[in-house]
Structures are given as structure tokens and as C-alpha cells.
């Protein structure tokens, strides 16, 4: 089969498409027969060497996918050859086939379609597990979603809106705050121009976000605290603002407030799979419902998956950007 290999880490034409084995599959894992993959920022990360898989993943980038099962491991059950599906991975997804656990396997929901279907495991699982089941948001109260218009940041605007929270987002320009706007945010950051730590007080009456979903890090972590409401939690997902950062530690306690930092993708399988489970369980009837959609802004045939680095590099988009095999 075909994958996307990296043979020696760099800019975007690090991006190999090359022959590779077949992967072979685990007694609890399946073969998918991949239609796209999800481009994620992470996946830039990996091709420029900082990023290694975990032990045991594969060495292709690749986080996510959608396809058809076309073989089960021994002891998989409810799953059968020829299901549609789409997955999340921790690598290996920017190939023709690819062998995935069968806990991080979801059905492609009604209404989207086989490739679309690729936006959303590593979005949802995201968006759901730091939100929901760590900063625990509950309706009515603020949400501060950095980079409204990102992959990450489309689907979080929307599952924040549907569950009732209050949403306000950053963004870089006054189109891609239109679009967070589109689809349920309310407070409107242009963070060129603006300070979003005045325009949250201002919007809140002085109470601040109650969870605050941070993809900058150590750039944003004192104006984070500050922009926080009592009791709120800030979950850095991003490190695209640098890692080191002074915290201003009586700021916080004064507010009887948390900063948690995580990683999907480290996580161990049963964390994940709990995380999928619980995806499968709240947001796939939102996006079966429409109420919630994949926000997917392009996509690229899988050979020119460089093409597509330099796109999500260039953040012109606005979503998910995909690769099709
Ligand atoms: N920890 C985890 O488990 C996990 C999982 C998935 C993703 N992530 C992280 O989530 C983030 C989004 O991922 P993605 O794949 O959706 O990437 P993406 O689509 O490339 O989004 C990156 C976003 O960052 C925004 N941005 C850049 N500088 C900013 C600033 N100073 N203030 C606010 N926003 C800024 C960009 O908006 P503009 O173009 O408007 O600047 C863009 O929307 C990444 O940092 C990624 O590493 C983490």
C-alpha cells in the first residue's frame, strides 16, 4: 500500500508518499481501508521532528481517519467488514489501509458523508474530553474558545453552543470571527486588535470565562488567569504561544481557580476509549440531528499531502483540512 512517510524531518516536502507493508492487525484491532484522513496541527509538529509517535504507534503521520473495515482481529465484536467507520489514532492515518483499536473505532453518523466523516474523531474527542469531562461545562455558563476558526475551535464553538454555554472566541481576522459567529459564538475577539481579557470583562459584567480552551500556552497564561471567572478552569490543549511561563499563583488562588494542561494522544487506550465512548454517546446524536456539522474547508488528494501542511501552515482555513486516498 501507499502512506505518507517522513524520512527525514523538515518543511512540507519532508511529506513522502511511499510503498510501504500492509499493516498487520491485532487480536483487538481492525484494517481500515482508508477514504481521508484528518490534517491536524500536531501532525506539522511530528513532520518537523518535534513530535515522536508513542511506542508502538506508527511512525506515518495521521491522527484520524474514515473508511471501510476490510478485516477484524479475533476477538473484535460488534464490528463487522464493510462497516463505515472513522477512528482516531495515535498515527498512521495519511495511508491506504491502516490498523486501528477497535475501542477508537465510531460509526460514520447519518447525514455525513464517508470522507466528511474524517473531520471528526480527533475534533470531537478533543473538544468533548477537555470541556465536558475535565473543565465540566455546564449551560449558561462562559466559554473561551482561542483559534474559534481552527479544526479544534469550529467544533468546540459548536458543542459549547448546543449544550448552552455562553461562547466567545479569538480569532485572526474579521472573516474567520464571522464564521465563529455562524456557528453559535457570541463574543467576538480580534486578538490584532483587541485585548481579550477588557473585551471578556466588559461582555461578562466583570465575572470573566468560566472555562477558558487555550491553544497558545505559555503566551496567554498570565492573561488567561486574568480573564478567568471564580472557580474557573483553563485546559491548555496548544503550545503554539511557547512552553515556559511565569504563574502568578495568588492570582489563581484568589479565584480558587485551576490551570490543567493534556494531550490526547498520549493518553493510554483505555482513557481513549473512554473518551470515544462518551463521544459516541453525546455528540453523535447532536450530529446526527444536525445540530452540529463537520466544518471541513478543503481537501487534497493523500500524494499531495504536502500541499495540504502548507495550507493548515498558511491559516488561511477555516475547519478541517482533509486527505483523500
Ligand atoms: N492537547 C490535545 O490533545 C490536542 C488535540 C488536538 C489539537 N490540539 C491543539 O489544538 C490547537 C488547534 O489544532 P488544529 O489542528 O485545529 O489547528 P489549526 O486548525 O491549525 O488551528 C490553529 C489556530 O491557532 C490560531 N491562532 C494562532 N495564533 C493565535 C493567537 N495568538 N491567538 C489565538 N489564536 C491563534 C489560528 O488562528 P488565526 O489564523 O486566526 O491566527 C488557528 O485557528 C493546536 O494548538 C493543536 O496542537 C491539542
Redesign the pocket.
Same mark, same amino acid.
Given at each position: 500500500m501507499k502512506a505518507i512517510t517522513i524520512p527525514t524531518p523538515g518543511d512540507a516536502d519532508a511529506l513522502i508518499l511511499s510503498e510501504v507493508p500492509t499493516p498487520e492487525i491485532a487480536a483487538d484491532e481492525v484494517l481500515v481501508q482508508v477514504a481521508a484522513a484528518g490534517v +491536524? /496541527? $500536531?501532525d506539522l509538529m511530528q513532520r518537523q521532528g518535534f513530535y515522536p509517535p508513542p511506542r508502538g504507534s506508527s511512525t506515518y503521520p495521521g491522527l484520524e481517519v474514515s473508511g471501510t473495515i476490510s478485516a477484524l482481529g479475533s476477538d473484535v465484536n460488534g464490528w463487522e467488514v464493510g462497516d463505515r467507520v472513522c477512528a482516531l489514532l495515535s498515527g498512521g492515518g495519511y495511508a491506504e489501509q491502516v490498523a486501528v483499536p477497535a475501542m477508537q473505532l465510531l460509526p460514520v453518523p447519518n447525514g455525513v458523508s464517508l470522507v466528511e466523516a474524517a473531520a471528526l474523531p480527533? $475534533?470531537t474527542s &478533543?473538544v468533548w474530553s477537555n470541556l465536558f469531562m475535565t473543565a465540566n461545562l455546564q449551560p449558561g455558563q462562559t466559554v473561551l474558545i =482561542? !483559534? !474559534?476558526?481552527? @479544526?479544534? @475551535?469550529t467544533m468546540a464553538i459548536q458543542l459549547a453552543h448546543a449544550i448552552g454555554a455562553r461562547v466567545a472566541v &479569538? $480569532? !485572526? &481576522?474579521a472573516y #474567520?470571527l464571522e464564521a465563529c459567529r455562524a456557528l453559535g459564538a457570541e463574543i467576538l475577539v480580534n *486578538?490584532h486588535e483587541q485585548d481579550f481579557v477588557e473585551v471578556l470583562e466588559n461582555a461578562t459584567q466583570g465575572r470573566g470565562a468560566d472555562v477558558i480552551l487555550d +491553544?497558545?500556552g505559555a #503566551? *496567554?497564561l498570565a492573561r488567561n488567569v486574568s480573564a478567568l471567572a471564580v472557580n474557573g478552569r483553563l485546559v491548555i490543549? @496548544?503550545?503554539? !504561544?511557547g512552553v515556559k511561563a511565569e504563574l502568578n499563583i495568588n492570582a489563581l488562588l484568589r479565584k480558587s481557580a485551576a490551570v490543567i494542561a &493534556?494531550?490526547? /494522544?498520549g493518553r493510554p487506550a483505555a482513557e481513549k476509549a473512554a473518551i470515544v465512548a462518551a463521544v459516541r454517546e453525546h455528540v453523535w446524536p447532536l450530529i446526527e440531528s444536525g445540530t452540529v456539522k463537520p466544518v471541513v474547508h478543503g481537501t487534497f488528494p493523500l500524494a499531495q499531502a504536502a500541499d495540504a501542511h502548507r495550507e493548515?501552515e498558511a491559516?488561511t =482555513?477555516i475547519g #478541517?483540512i482533509l486527505l483523500t486516498t
Open positions: +491536524n /496541527r $500536531a480527533e $475534533a &478533543t =482561542h !483559534g !474559534g476558526s481552527s @479544526g479544534i @475551535g &479569538t $480569532a !485572526g &481576522t #474567520k *486578538y +491553544n497558545i #503566551k *496567554y490543549i @496548544g503550545l503554539q !504561544g &493534556t494531550s490526547l /494522544r493548515l491559516s =482555513h #478541517k
